[in-house]
């Protein structure tokens, strides 16, 4: 069964610092990986997919990484802002069904 | 182009009673999913659909019941609400398996709470 776990469970920054949010996997047969960012009382906004057939994904600040066969994948955010504050999950394609399968999230706090 | 969209947005309901909530999208995607979010859980599936006219259990279906009647509507009902499922229920939408990705798209949840 697939297990998505996300480390650290918070992270407070300095504005300004780069930062690398982790998040591991236990069957490498995953298929699609994505990173969503929630801000509270919200819904869930979609940052970057990564196919089964990528490596990495860049938008804007943001970049992603797969490595399916360590099980793993990082969030890069660079040059962090206090709007960059919100709890990020990744989530894979792993059930049967296409359904995802989340991590716990990570909260972030980007301090002025 | 609304996306996903979810009704209603917030509802609390006393023990024993039951309710629908309404997932739609304009996106002609073929499969829907209803998940829950709890604090310390993350984001689990209670059912999901493949196409109209389909439905299918999750990893939490129990005290919950779905249907897709149109393609671009998915419900889930409640016919006893609990405690246990005070939650937030989001709702999620994917081209399905056969499209170049399974990228998911999100409503903007119901908060449920159950007394």
């Known amino acids: 069964k697939q297990e998505v776990t996300q480390i650290p469970a918070a992270l407070s920054v300095p504005e300004g610092e780069n930062l690398v949010l982790n998040c591991s996997f236990t069957d490498s047969a995953i298929y699609n990986l994505q990173w969503f960012r929630q801000d509270p009382g919200k819904g869930l906004t979609s940052l970057l997919l990564i196919q089964s057939s990528q490596r990495e994904q860049t938008s804007g600040r943001l970049n992603a990484s797969l490595d399916k066969s360590s099980g793993r994948s990082t969030l890069y955010i660079a040059a962090s802002q206090p709007g960059d504050s919100a709890t990020y999950l990744c989530a894979g394609t792993g059930g049967s069904q296409g359904n995802l399968i989340f991590g716990k999230g990570t909260k972030l706090s980007v301090k002025p | 182009n609304a996306g996903v969209t979810q009704t209603p947005k917030f509802r609390v309901l006393k023990t024993g009673q039951s309710m629908t909530l309404l997932c739609a999208q304009d996106?002609?995607?073929?499969?829907m999913y209803w998940y829950r979010q709890d604090p310390g859980m993350g984001l689990r599936l209670i059912h999901y659909?493949?196409?109209?006219?389909?439905?299918a259990k999750g990893e939490v279906p129990d005290g919950y019941n779905v249907s897709r009647l149109k393609k671009q509507n998915f419900l889930l009902g409640l016919e006893s609400a609990a405690p246990s499922q005070t939650s937030v229920y989001f709702c999620a939408s994917s081209y399905g398996r056969g499209a170049p990705s399974y990228e998911q798209y999100f409503g903007p949840g119901t908060r449920l709470t159950v007394t």
């Open positions: 659909s493949v196409g109209e006219g389909t439905t």
């Open positions: 996106m002609n995607h073929e499969y």
